[in-house]
């Protein structure tokens, strides 16, 4: 794993929107969908995932739910369910409720949060089957009170057997009822306008692949999105008390999620460096997904030593990484400073994979250094609010010049006369 002086480091990792080849085949796979519906979606689906469905085939029976618990272990199942526990506790402390407020003049204020009505859930399966980010996207969505929640997989996420049982069985555990089996651009389409089989939902969330990113920014504004997601990214942020073994095995918790993945390594110990580089290389030797993991390391990983923790702190949120971990003396001393994290995990055995599974807080975090302005998936995702105002007659005579006087400023008379009127009768 290279060692670069932080001063030589240069950040060349963008955000990447597709090519204009991808671009185009997503906007057409979208375009094709929204007009043809269920026709559009088979056909993409032979093309790109080699199954042939038909229109009473998309929607995944609930026979194949009960099969698919014959198919996994019992450890499996006694797992999944107490990380939905602990995901369930930690989001339900994000809930709000509507609130009014009188004032002695008699306005009312306020503002009513109610759920969205219909939300899509897209569960990659492309290089790997992901039952965690069921939970993630499912579970906070329950606890907003949306009354429909349905899923979307591709159908093949088990490769010849069809759907992936443990999709499946994480899925109900979580509570969803309608199940689909469309995947890529097309079931975000799907989502989005509706077709013969599939109802359109108001809002997708999910990660995919690139053409699935593309489809979800293609339908923004017909729906809302959660957003457009990077590859996974972690820093390290290690001094010298560090362990070179715990540091790099949870790079490479990283790096094996895909090539483009970024697993980065800032400390102020070039003895540390040293050894976490030996340490990624013994380690990355024997790891099943090494060939993945070894071009992640090859192209995105690096080890960058500053002069100090204070100089590594202001990389981190220069970088604003998906992913965070402080491993140094004294973790909660550096919390205060940290503005730009998706997630900050703190100490030894605070590994990033405690928070991709089980701790309970979300594991759907910003990438591509957007952990400046965004947040991971939470409750209020799921919420729409609408404001409440009822002025008194009162309110209005003592306040109207004041708003007369801000329209007129702004040349909108007709704004200033409705308030007029009611001041003069």
Known sequence: MRIVKAADWGMTRQADYGAPEQIETVKRIVRDVRLKGDKAVHEYTLMHDKVALSSEQL???ESEVEAAYKRVEESFLIAIRQAAD???RFHEKQK???WMEFQPDGTLLGQIVRPLKRVGVYVPGGKAAYPSSVLMNVIPAQVAEVPEIVMVTPPATGGTDGIDPYILVAAAEAGVKEMYRVGGAQAIAALAYGTETI????KICGPGNIYVALAKREVYGAVDIDSIAGPSEIVVLADETARPSYVAADLLSQAEHDEMASAMLITDSPSLADAVSAEVERQLAVLPRRDIAAKSIEQ??????VDDLREGVKLVNKIAPEHLEILTEDPMEWVGSIE??????LGAYSSEPVGDYF???NHIIPTNGTAR?????????????SSLIRYSKEALLANGKMIMELARHEGLEAHARAIEVRLLT
């Open 300 to 305: 995105y990983g690096a080890i960058l030593v």
């Open 199 to 202: 109802a359109p939902v108001d």
């Open 373 to 385: 302005f965004s947040s991971p998936v939470n409750v209020d995702m799921f919420l729409k609010k």
């Open 359 to 361: 701790a309970g807080p």
């Open 86 to 88: 602990n995901i369930r």
């Open 96 to 98: 709000r409720v509507s």
């Open 59 to 61: 929607r995944i029976a």
């Open 340 to 345: 730009n994290a998706g997630a900050i995990f």
